[in-house]
T-cell receptor
């Protein structure tokens, strides 16, 4: 069964600290993996996208990694800011025929002053 | 055109009523997607269109749900005889059919069924 599992479910950190969010997937065949940021009451916004051949990609203070062999990805946030408080959703797309994009349940991040 | 827009942003209705939501995608995007999202969960796929053709529907899309994209531009999602379990955020996204297929999301319509 195609699944995307994220951990932790929620996380509280102090402003300025770093954190790492995890994503494990079983989607096959694999096409790409995206991390989205979703502020409360808003639609998700893409942070990074990685294909099979990419193992790291950065977007400002966000760095995503991908290990296609173990089917794991992480999102590392450096020097967190209050505005980083949001849900972070891992999304995996398969390149099989038909539509197959699987969303994780997200990690809810709270950054406190 | 700065992004995907959805209307209304919020809808409160009584159980048994019909509701209709509208999505206007990014103008050059010919793929359009509908998702449902409940609190603490990721978006769940409902259906998607390429131009005016509805290419796939999730089993979540019961007979009370119908989506249309008559001219291949904006889309509507109608829910008939709403139930309390329909309360959720309904998200629309659009993408190009080539390249990375990155989906750009709208702000969503929050539905509350009383």
């Amino acid at each position: 069964k195609n699944q995307v599992e994220q951990s932790p479910q929620s996380l509280i950190i102090l402003e300025g600290k770093n954190c790492t969010l995890q994503c494990n997937y079983t989607v096959s065949p694999f096409s790409n993996l995206r991390w989205y940021k979703q502020d409360t009451g808003r639609g998700p916004v893409s942070l990074t996208i990685m294909t099979f051949s990419e193992n790291t990609k950065s977007n400002g203070r966000y760095t995503a990694t991908l290990d296609a062999d173990t089917k794991q990805s992480s999102l590392h946030i450096t020097a967190s800011q209050l505005s980083d408080s949001a849900s972070y959703i891992c999304v995996v797309t398969s390149n099989t025929g038909g539509f197959k994009t699987i969303f994780g349940a997200g990690t809810r991040l709270f950054v406190k002053a | 055109d700065t992004g995907v827009s959805q209307n209304p942003r919020h809808k409160i209705t009584k159980r048994g009523q019909n509701v209709t939501f509208r999505c206007d995608p990014i103008s050059e995007h010919n793929r359009l997607y509908w998702y449902r999202q409940t609190l603490g969960q990721g978006p769940e796929f409902l259906t998607y269109f390429q131009n005016e053709a509805q290419l796939e529907k999730s089993r979540l899309l019961s007979d009370r749900f119908s989506a249309e994209r008559p001219k291949g531009s904006f889309s509507t999602l109608e829910i008939q005889r709403t139930e309390q379990g329909d309360s959720a955020m309904y998200l629309c996204a659009s993408s190009l059919p080539t390249g990375s297929h990155e989906q750009f999301f709208g702000p969503g319509t929050r539905l509350t069924v009383l």
